[in-house]
């Protein structure tokens, strides 16, 4: 079993930053895939940025590409995403997932194991 607890949401205007904390605990073999995925309301579950541990493989949404960074501390088995440049069009809940079974990373169907969320609200 693994426990994915996100932090870092928060209430920021257009322009500004935030970063995004996953705290995993439990069976973390299951970490070697991670990924951040978003909700807004009245849409769907969208994958944002996606990291292979021990690697140097990420991949982005093309909404988030060149403002968003996903990254990975190992040692404290924590997963981060840096978000520069935030848009009004960011604002969702954003989770944490991990346990990938393969095909396209961006499906949420693909994940098993996903934390509670955090609110991410951005205004113009």
């Known amino acids: 079993q693994v426990q994915l607890v996100e932090s870092g949401g928060g209430s920021v205007q257009a322009g500004g930053s935030l970063r995004l904390s996953c705290a995993g605990f439990?069976?973390?073999?299951?970490?070697?895939?991670m990924a951040w995925f978003r909700q807004a309301p009245g849409k769907e579950r969208e994958g944002v940025a996606h990291l292979i541990t021990r690697s140097t493989y990420t991949a982005y949404a093309d909404s988030v590409k060149g403002r968003f960074t996903i990254s990975r501390d190992n040692a404290k088995n924590a997963l981060y995403l840096q978000m520069n440049v935030l848009k009004p069009e960011d604002t969702a809940m954003y989770y944490c997932v991990a346990d990938f079974s393969g095909g396209r990373w961006s499906d949420p169907g693909r994940w098993r194991y996903w934390g509670q969320g955090t609110q991410v609200t951005v205004s113009s």
């Open positions: 439990g069976d973390t073999s299951s970490n070697y895939y």
